[in-house]
């Protein structure tokens, strides 16, 4: 029952008592209060998915719950919220091991623990994707010190814009005054027809399959 505080703000307020016993006396439907706790639901679904969870799935989810909601509905509420969910890019390979190309010996067999500088380096490349295309950046990193000799960035995968790049940097960084091993996958720009020796100080090496 109203209160007489309940019946003095009505008189206030000028609104009808019918009118205020008419919404005191209501309850809020299922739907309706299942409504407002959506937006709830989602940030929680959201949050444990580490944002990576778009409409579809969420409203799966919660349907798997017992919560009947729509994808469309479940957009809208992270529109609203600007909640919005994070794309992996596609996995875009830099590495052709199917080549033609004689390989190296693998002269490094997995001994990650040189006794010197400039014993053993070791080279990789990875991908970026950014706004307008891919890049790809190469890395050379002394065994020994585990620190990284140079890093460049290339729009293509061919060996002069990638490993030769490196390379050029590498050497103009650090003298080569004793042998040096230089490790690294069986990619066809490491091939020895491709990437060509530049001293015969440099021993090349390459990993065995099914080797990192």
């Not at 009808?16 to 005191?24: G, I, K």
């Not at 890049?135 to 020994?144: A, E, G, K, S, T």
């Not at 790049?165 to 590498?170: H, Q, S, V």
Request: charged share 25%; glycine share 2%; hydrophobic share 40%.
């Amino acid at each position: 029952m109203a209160s007489y505080k309940h019946l003095y703000l009505c008189k206030v307020f000028k609104i009808s008592r019918s009118s205020f016993y008419r919404w005191y006396t209501t309850v809020s439907s299922k739907r309706a209060l299942e409504h407002s706790f959506f937006p709830d639901l989602i940030k929680k679904e959201f949050d444990l998915s580490k944002h990576r969870y778009g409409a579809t799935r969420i409203a799966e989810k919660l349907k798997r719950e017992g919560y009947y909601i729509s994808r469309c509905r479940v957009a809208k509420i992270m529109r609203a919220n600007h909640w919005v969910s994070i794309h992996k890019w596609k996995f875009k390979a830099t590495i052709d091991s199917n080549h033609s190309y004689p390989v190296c010996k693998n002269s490094l067999n997995r001994n990650f623990n040189p006794f010197r500088l400039n014993k053993v380096w070791i080279n990789d490349i990875t991908y970026i994707q950014t706004n307008q295309d891919w890049l790809y950046l190469i890395i050379i990193i002394d065994l020994f010190d585990r620190k990284v000799i140079v890093w460049s960035l290339s729009t293509s995968l061919h060996n002069n814009q990638t490993i030769i790049a490196a390379w050029k940097m590498a050497i103009r960084k650090r003298k080569i005054n004793m042998d040096l091993l230089f490790h690294w996958d069986r990619a066809i720009q490491y091939a020895p027809k491709t990437f060509i020796k530049p001293t015969p100080l440099v021993i090349q090496s390459m990993s065995r399959k099914g080797n990192c």
